[in-house]
């Protein structure tokens, strides 16, 4: 009888154990995904993705006993919270408040990108880029794809505006005797958002045909990737298009409109920033499965994709 009652109580225990840290690892991915959904970035995204990877390497070297790696990977996880912090303060702050007003409904609602009908916006833009061309008035549009850019990327801000996008503007802008011509406009959806805009400059070696502006276009490409950029040559009038680094050039009108409308065709399913629980799950754990298989090397445990 007496070591009938031990073996229950035995089993009750390590059934709480086993309760307990699932509740853990619960928590954990329900403040994860807390986070992602007030910074609502989607590059933040894949840095999230890897401070929870450095907590589960750490978790696996104090079950292991591995003291020394352990005590790494703390230091690593102390010093990348309060990096990440300090770069997303804003953010934070904004949790913070929300927890603290019991919002806890929109700490889990997803803040979904919200898709203008681009067909409007995009006939003003190429309207205005052909008029700037004709009278050779060196412009630098920067237009959204798929997510905030982060004014971190800017050299310099710029005045910000909250317009609605007309080709009247956008020439009135980049008249030479107004005081913002000089920099880049940012378009973000339907609206311009700022114009005076100073931008990184492409580090890269290009032709002695490029100016400021086209550097800049190309700076700011390769640094951001859901961005492109929109140029007007001052001295030729010729209509470049930037992304990812790379400079498409010369460009017709027609051309340009038909680049603009295949990357902001209203049928693209723009992807959420914050997954849902189950699937940030899965990409942890295939993640953590990949990365003890190289580490052990062992063969690797991933799906593979069907033929």
């Given at each position: 009888?007496?070591?009938?009652?031990?073996?229950?109580?035995?089993?009750?225990?390590?059934?709480?154990s086993?309760?307990?840290?699932a509740?853990?690892?619960?928590?954990?991915?329900?403040?994860?995904?807390?986070?992602?959904?007030?910074?609502?970035?989607?590059?933040?995204?894949w840095?999230?993705?890897?401070?929870?990877?450095?907590?589960?390497?750490?978790?696996?070297?104090?079950?292991?006993?591995?003291?020394?790696?352990?005590?790494?990977?703390?230091?690593?996880?102390?010093?990348?919270?309060v990096?990440?912090?300090?770069?997303?303060?804003?953010?934070?702050?904004?949790?913070?408040?929300?927890?603290?007003?019991?919002?806890?409904?929109?700490?889990?609602?997803?803040?979904?990108?919200?898709?203008?009908?681009?067909?409007?916006?995009?006939?003003?833009?190429?309207?205005?880029?052909?008029?700037?061309?004709?009278?050779?008035?060196?412009?630098?549009?920067?237009?959204?794809?798929?997510?905030?850019?982060?004014?971190?990327?800017?050299?310099?801000?710029?005045?910000?505006?909250?317009?609605?996008?007309?080709?009247?503007?956008?020439?009135?802008?980049?008249?030479?005797?107004?005081?913002?011509?000089?920099?880049?406009?940012?378009?973000?959806?339907?609206?311009?958002?700022?114009?005076?805009?100073?931008l990184?400059?492409?580090?890269?070696?290009?032709?002695?045909?490029?100016?400021t502006?086209?550097?800049?276009?190309?700076?700011?490409?390769?640094?951001?990737?859901?961005?492109?950029?929109?140029?007007?040559?001052?001295?030729?009038?010729?209509?470049?298009?930037?992304?990812?680094?790379?400079?498409?050039?010369?460009?017709?009108?027609?051309?340009?409109?038909?680049?603009?409308?295949?990357?902001?065709?209203?049928?693209?399913?723009?992807?959420?920033?914050?997954?849902?629980?189950?699937?940030?799950?899965?990409?942890?754990?295939?993640?953590?499965?990949?990365?003890?298989?190289?580490?052990?090397g062992?063969?690797?445990?991933?799906?593979?994709?069907?033929?």
């Amino acid at each position: 009888m007496g070591n009938w009652w031990k073996q229950w109580l035995i089993t009750l225990m390590g059934s709480q154990s086993l309760l307990l840290k699932a509740l853990d690892i619960l928590l954990v991915m329900a403040l994860t995904y807390m986070m992602l959904i007030v910074i609502n970035e989607r590059r933040t995204l894949w840095m999230v993705q890897g401070f929870i990877l450095l907590i589960l390497a750490s978790a696996l070297s104090g079950q292991w006993k591995l003291n020394l790696l352990k005590f790494v990977l703390d230091k690593l996880v102390v010093g990348s919270a309060v990096a990440m912090a300090v770069a997303f303060q804003s953010e934070f702050r904004r949790f913070l408040e929300q927890l603290g007003r019991g919002e806890f409904r929109q700490l889990f609602q997803p803040s979904r990108l919200v898709v203008p009908k681009y067909d409007n916006v995009i006939d003003e833009i190429v309207d205005a880029v052909k008029e700037l061309s004709k009278n050779r008035i060196g412009a630098l549009l920067i237009l959204e794809t798929s997510g905030m850019v982060d004014e971190r990327d800017f050299s310099v801000p710029g005045v910000k505006l909250n317009a609605e996008v007309s080709k009247e503007l956008i020439q009135t802008i980049f008249q030479p005797k107004t005081l913002l011509h000089d920099g880049a406009t940012l378009i973000r959806g339907s609206r311009i958002a700022a114009s005076g805009i100073i931008l990184p400059l492409s580090g890269r070696t290009a032709s002695r045909q490029l100016g400021t502006r086209h550097r800049a276009a190309m700076g700011i490409t390769e640094r951001v990737e859901n961005c492109i950029c929109v140029v007007v040559s001052e001295e030729t009038g010729s209509i470049s298009l930037a992304e990812r680094g790379n400079l498409n050039r010369p460009l017709t009108i027609t051309k340009l409109k038909e680049s603009l409308e295949a990357r902001f065709a209203p049928t693209v399913d723009r992807e959420a920033v914050a997954p849902g629980l189950f699937s940030l799950g899965r990409q942890i754990r295939s993640q953590v499965l990949a990365f003890l298989s190289r580490l052990l090397g062992l063969p690797s445990t991933a799906p593979q994709d069907k033929k």
